[in-house]
């Protein structure tokens, strides 16, 4: 996968995201949890963005590392909103959730392969 792909990528799912977090629930707990899938969702792309001026390998490494905590991060969230049935379109989390595990897997990947040609 090119760059602009997977960039394009994490644009979608921080749109995703934002979607998820306007059918939460309007109370204390769906409040909260959308404040914090919204920080977590769309921070991938943003430091995906930085990642790529990275000014070393190192500094590659590290901020796609970053992404990859922000992906788990956003997962456990979509799963603890699924469990608690804090949305009112199942669908929507469904939907996020798979692609969440498909943006992990291809940054466990890419972040095992920058290691190695370290």
Do not use: W
Request: aromatic share 6%.
């Amino acid at each position: 996968m090119n760059k602009q792909v997977l960039e394009d990528r994490l644009i979608d799912f921080s749109v995703l995201i934002i979607k998820v977090a306007n059918y939460l629930e309007k109370s204390y707990t769906g409040n909260h949890l959308s404040g914090q899938i919204i920080r977590s969702g769309t921070s991938p792309a943003l430091n995906y963005g930085e990642a790529q001026s990275a000014e070393s390998k190192k500094d590659f490494i590290h901020k796609m590392g970053i992404c990859l905590k922000e992906l788990r991060e956003t997962f456990v969230c979509l799963k603890i909103i699924e469990k608690a049935t804090l949305s009112s379109n199942i669908d929507i989390i469904i939907n996020a959730k798979s692609e969440a595990n498909e943006l992990i897997s291809i940054f466990v990947s890419s972040i095992k392969t920058a290691k190695t040609n370290l």
